[in-house]
């Protein structure tokens, strides 16, 4: 039978003695406070709607709706954001597990011979186990026991890096929301791309078939003498580069097409669209309020701040390595020689119970230096919070900015089309009669189709702005 017991009375002063000398820790580097924030940050009053913003009813059309759907079960990057999640939920559980002893079953044998002339040897050799029956020269070794072990968290290291975990855990669902929120604006901003694209070929086409007219009237009075072979080069010239246009943005809509079913994880297909009037499209108003707001929806900035609140935990585990820590071990089985005694109780019983108090007192550097790193990764997440924050306000700023400009830029243009639409039947009569050079009809005609087609981009880029600030206030993840 073999005991191990200490003598606990021992480890209450030896423990304080470990602590006081742990006591003296590197210097902390002070963390700033959150003066970055606008005062506006903590206004309590807000105009924006309490109900989260929901993509399926901030967007009206199905197709775009069924896109986002297919997306958020295939796209390949959400996909590895999830199983990140997986590993942080993971992390906890191994934390919660340190907390807790460790209980394991353990079986062995084996056989020794000692030297007879050693102490053990002679010990062996003068022992009887029963009246004559004399321990023989090899001694076999049969051993079967549980064993637990278990560090007692005093200091709350454990507790702390569990609560670290679980920070990070909610830091990686915030991580995925907020790419949740960028997949649905990217799929949003290609999807009006593309039909921006498709209206585009509309407006070229149209534009083809005014130009072969007008290459037609240039022929015929070219057959009547009114004009010349340099006129009918000039308006055959204007057909064929816009024809060549025309291929262009072809392309473009089968690699709009690709990057979209890209998004969606899936191969290249065509990408079901209602090609009506993309000039009458809009999207949900959404009020931005105040910058209260964004503390309350955007995913990014839960997310750091989650990190913030992990590192300073990670201060803390760093911090309790310099105290000394205390880990009990117990052990119970049975024991034996020989398979004979391996059942005789109580000769066969081991048991063990011991408790070992240990504290770093020289060359601490390697601790010093997690300790310095867990505090410089405090400061990193703090930064990254601030940045964060300031980011998520100049998004917002620069957004609401764009749309107001891009709203009175649209107004203007669309003026500029309608009035450029009538310079061209006033162009053709004025050539019909010979009052106007062909030049003029050609410049014209070039003129009308760069204001359509810049306003179509004003339309894409003032749908895409208010995609933009639906994601910047934190929507698009509900």
């Known amino acids: 039978m073999k005991i191990n017991l200490k003598l606990y009375k021992l480890l209450l002063p030896l423990s304080i003695c470990l602590a006081v000398i742990g006591c003296k820790l590197p210097a902390i580097a002070p963390v700033a406070s959150n003066s970055v924030i606008p005062k506006s940050y903590s206004n309590n009053t807000d105009t924006t709607s309490s109900k989260p913003m929901v993509w399926k009813t901030y967007f009206k059309d199905n197709n775009l709706i069924a896109l986002i ?59 009887e186990i029963t009246p004559g029956n004399i321990v023989p020269e090899e001694l076999g070794d049969f051993k079967i026991a549980a064993f637990a072990n278990w560090e007692v968290d005093i200091w709350k290291k454990l507790r702390n890096a569990k609560k670290a975990a679980i920070s990070r855990y909610l830091s990686t669902i915030e991580g995925k929301n907020f ?91 065509e990408i079901i669209r209602d090609k009506t009037d993309f000039l009458t499209l809009q999207l949900s108003k959404v009020n931005a309020g105040l910058p209260a707001q ?76 997690e300790f310095y790193n867990a505090n410089s990764r405090q400061l990193q997440a703090m930064y990254n919070y601030q940045r964060v924050i300031l980011n998520a306000y100049f998004e917002v700023s620069n957004q609401l900015s764009n749309i107001n400009n891009l709203e009175k830029s649209y107004n203007l243009k669309s003026q500029q089309v309608d009035a450029l639409r009538k310079s061209i039947e006033v162009s053709n009569d004025l050539f019909k009669s010979a009052r106007v050079d062909y030049f003029e009809v050609l410049m014209t005609q070039r003129d009308a189709l760069e204001a359509k087609l810049e306003l179509v981009e004003t339309q894409k880029q003032l749908l895409n702005a208010t995609v933009g600030i639906y994601r910047n206030l934190g929507g698009g993840w509900q």
């Open 69 to 127: 759907d297919t997306a958020l079960k295939n796209n390949q990057e959400l996909l590895i954001t999830l199983q990140e999640i997986e590993i942080a939920k993971n992390d906890i559980r191994m934390r919660k597990g340190r907390l807790l002893p460790s209980i394991g079953l353990g079986a062995g044998a084996g056989v020794e011979k000692v030297g007879r002339y050693t102490s053990q040897g002679a010990g062996d050799a003068s022992a």
């Open 179 to 269: 790419v949740v929120t960028n997949l649905i604006a990217e799929i949003a901003n290609s999807y009006y791309e593309l039909l921006s694209l498709d209206y585009q070929l509309q407006v070229v086409n149209q534009n083809i078939d005014i130009q072969k007219n007008a290459l037609e009237i240039v022929k015929i009075q070219k057959e009547a003498s009114r004009a010349t072979e340099l006129a009918v080069q000039k308006f055959k010239a204007e057909v064929l580069s816009s024809q060549n246009r025309e291929f262009d943005i072809k392309q473009n809509i089968k690699e709009t097409e690709n990057r979209i079913n890209f998004l969606l994880g899936r191969y290249p297909q």
């Open 294 to 369: 964004l503390l309350a929806n955007r995913p990014d900035i839960k997310q750091a701040e989650l990190e913030l609140a992990a590192s300073k935990l990670d201060v803390k585990v760093a911090k309790a390595e310099f105290y000394p820590s205390l880990n009990i071990s117990a052990a119970i089985g049975l024991q034996a020689f020989k398979p004979a005694y391996f059942f005789k109780f109580p000769e066969s019983v081991l048991y063990s119970l011991a408790g070992d108090i240990a504290g770093p007192l020289i060359n601490r550097n390697a601790i010093k230096a």
